[in-house]
């Protein structure tokens, strides 16, 4: 790393704390909360690559966890490892060259194991997914089922009539996917094991509730990223030129 990648890092950190205790609102699904400011270190990923994208993500959201829970266990197995995690893939993917081979191959193999691992439990504990979530088991596969088509939707969209942002709509599908899993299997784990009337999980929380949060981590994060993300980065670039990542210099240079 270099030194301006520490110091972004740290000022991604920063900006993810602050910026996300004020606008989470305080509402929460199954521990997970409503959180616009992903779209803060997505930015950072995309303009200073995975590393800062991935550190600053899981920092800042430590620090913001100490403020809101204060359950630094809880905060290091789910919010730390999803942040590095998912922003660090969405660096990587957006400053990668991507063809239409490789789109096609990481959307089949996501959707596969996203939709294996979190439906499972779903569909072999009906009673549970009742009891802990309000809906049906059909419900409740219908609205992940949903999420995952739009995403694939939206990618294949990105991809063909947005070419100059293909990369980072790709990249922040599959990170967000792959963070929204490791939330909800760690969020379901630790209630199983670290639950008290006093704590944070004043019982455990059911498998079947795992595909909600997982709907609901992706939902409340997908659309800041995607809006706002690009016009922001945009407006950054243009103002600092040498920040626009690699692999689209490269491609201008190539179509010039």
């Known amino acids: 790393m270099k030194s301006q990648d520490i110091v972004m890092i740290g000022i991604c950190a ?12 305080g509402v929460t699904v199954g521990g997970v909360a409503f959180w616009p400011a992903a779209v803060i270190p997505a930015i950072f990923a995309f303009l200073f690559g995975p590393w800062v994208g991935g550190f600053g993500a899981a920092i800042g959201i430590f620090v913001r966890d100490m403020l809101f829970h204060g359950d630094p ?7 730390v490892s ?19 081979k490789k789109i096609g191959t990481s959307i089949t193999l996501g959707s596969i194991i996203i939709a294996v691992g979190l439906s499972l439990p779903t569909i072999l504990m009906p009673a549970e997914t009742e009891a802990f979530t309000g809906l049906s088991t059909l419900d409740s596969l219908l609205l992940f089922v949903v999420a995952v088509v739009v995403s694939v939707a939206v990618t294949v969209m990105a991809a063909r009539y947005w070419s100059e942002w293909r ?3 790709v990249g922040s599908i599959i990170g967000l996917g792959v963070g929204a899993t490791i939330v ?6 630790y209630s199983q094991v670290f639950f008290s009337p006093q704590g944070y999980f004043k019982a455990p929380i059911g498998s079947a509730f795992i595909p909600l949060i997982f709907v609901w981590t992706f939902a409340t994060e997908i659309p800041f990223i995607l809006l706002i993300g690009p016009p922001v980065a945009k407006v950054i670039i243009k103002a600092f030129p040498s920040l626009k990542p690699k692999q689209t210099i490269k491609k201008q240079t190539e179509q010039s």
């Open 82 to 100: 999803a942040n590095f995690v998912g922003f660090f893939i969405i660096g990587y993917v957006s400053r990668s060259n991507l063809d239409w």
């Open 14 to 25: 920063a900006l993810y704390t602050v910026v996300g205790r004020l606008t989470d609102l």
């Open 73 to 79: 266990l809880l905060s290091l197995a789910a919010g």
């Open 167 to 169: 990369n980072y709509v």
């Open 184 to 189: 909800s299997v760690a969020v379901w784990a």
